[in-house]
């Protein structure tokens, strides 16, 4: 917490004011039939909602759980039209600051080190891929492969020794609020390394593959869920005729981007872009998978909160040609995270699991060539939402971790 304390200081010196969140709350709520739907959709237009899950108003429909943010001042007034039209609903936030204040629950090493048991913050994480690179130089290296509109880099850490070898594509934190994504990425790096020559298959798995890991993926965006805004999910970069910021990452891949599913609304959560790739991220992350497609065999991106293990599509509910095969991948790699702790996830494709949605990296690397391509949602189901507590990162990272080494085995085993 003592970061985050002198952290407020200087931004509030600058004139900079992070956004505070008192007595704000997360509603849930389960649309019975498709007029409750309509009343969600509906309160929607006359009171800012931040949908956590689904992540847009037009996904709402009827059976499903619908996860919420609203304001102090608005929350009386829409629990009573809650009461009024008789739907049911829980508060599972009731005061948004306290859990954002409640998630520093690991005690900060004196030295303030980077930690895999916190959550780190940019400039931390940079100096870590460096650390990673430096210690293990015969497995790990750096690549820069652009940078952000803010001119903050983005890095890759390839692990692994040879260039032709068949390789995994993973990317965490695409949605800056989410930051259970990056953690994961980082448990990663250091489990895969720490673990060769000890870990029968780890070791195997990195004397025959590589690992590209990008472990933030949308820094701007972090960097500012971390100062200014902690529930911040899109990048950072302007939008013309607009006083909006930002574009939503995984809205503005080249895969079905010009769909009416695709929102169009700069100042929308899930804002598409002004055109496909018209983002430095999206545009760096393409261009690297473009030039690494002969030997990069799966795509696996990490999200969160949920509990999911997706696959294709996500813009149509047609199913994929090798549907049977990511099931049984999903579904085998659910049971093995359950094997840690318990923890259950469901599987599927995006499209029916979730909703339908357009201009995703996962659709765009299936359809680019990958067909072996998953998305995890991350803990938890939505007690802590974005919030997950640090005394959570461990052990969703290594059930986690599980089910990775698991599909990692498989791709090794059934890609040419």
Request: charge should be positive; glycine fraction near 4%; include cysteine.
């Amino acid at each position: 917490m003592r970061f985050i304390w002198t952290l407020s200081l200087i931004v509030t010196a600058l004139g900079l004011a992070p956004v505070r969140f008192d007595r704000e709350k997360v509603f849930r709520v389960r649309p019975q039939d498709e007029n409750q739907a309509n009343i969600i959709k509906d309160l929607a237009k006359t009171n800012e909602l931040d949908f956590w899950y689904p992540d847009a108003t037009h996904h709402v429909t009827a059976n499903m759980t619908v996860d919420f943010r609203v304001s102090e001042k608005e929350s009386q007034s829409l629990q009573s039209a809650l009461d009024q039209n008789k739907m049911h609903y829980e508060i599972l936030i009731h005061d948004l600051q306290e859990e954002i204040e409640k998630q520093f629950d690991v005690e900060e090493d004196i030295s303030g080190r980077h930690s895999y048991a916190k959550y780190n913050n940019w400039d931390k994480i940079v100096a870590w891929t460096q650390k990673m690179v430096t210690k293990y130089p015969e497995m790990v290296s750096r690549i820069k492969i652009g940078s952000t509109v803010e001119d903050n880099p983005l890095y890759i850490l390839k692990i692994g020794k040879d260039e032709t070898r068949k390789a995994i594509f993973m990317d965490c934190g695409i949605h800056a609020r989410e930051w259970i994504a990056p953690a994961f990425c980082q448990w990663f790096v250091y489990q895969a390394t720490k673990s060769y020559g000890k870990n029968k298959i780890m070791t195997k798995l990195l004397d025959q593959m590589n690992f590209y890991v990008l472990p933030v993926f949308n820094v701007d965006g972090y960097i500012w869920s971390w100062t200014q805004n902690r529930l911040w999910r899109k990048n950072r970069s302007r939008n013309r005729n607009s006083s909006c910021i930002g574009t939503d990452l995984n809205r503005n891949f080249d895969v079905l981007w010009n769909s009416s599913l695709n929102n169009n609304n700069p100042c929308s959560n899930i804002y598409r872009g002004s055109a496909p790739e018209s983002e430095k991220e999206t545009k760096a992350v393409t261009a690297f998978i473009r030039s690494h497609l002969k030997s990069i065999k799966a795509y696996i991106t990490f999200h969160s909160y949920s509990q999911m293990l997706l696959f294709p599509y996500g813009y149509t509910t047609e199913l994929p040609a090798n549907h049977e095969d990511l099931n049984k991948v999903a579904k085998i790699g659910a049971d093995v995270i359950s094997t840690r702790y318990e923890t259950s996830y469901i599987y599927g494709p995006i499209a029916s699991i979730i909703n339908p949605t357009t201009g995703s990296s996962l659709d765009w690397a299936y359809d680019l060539g990958i067909k072996h391509t998953f998305s995890f949602e991350l803990r938890d189901k939505g007690k802590f939402g974005f919030l997950l507590p640090e005394s959570l990162i461990k052990p969703t990272c290594k059930e986690t971790m599980l089910a990775v080494k698991f599909i990692a085995k498989y791709i090794l085993k059934h890609t040419p």
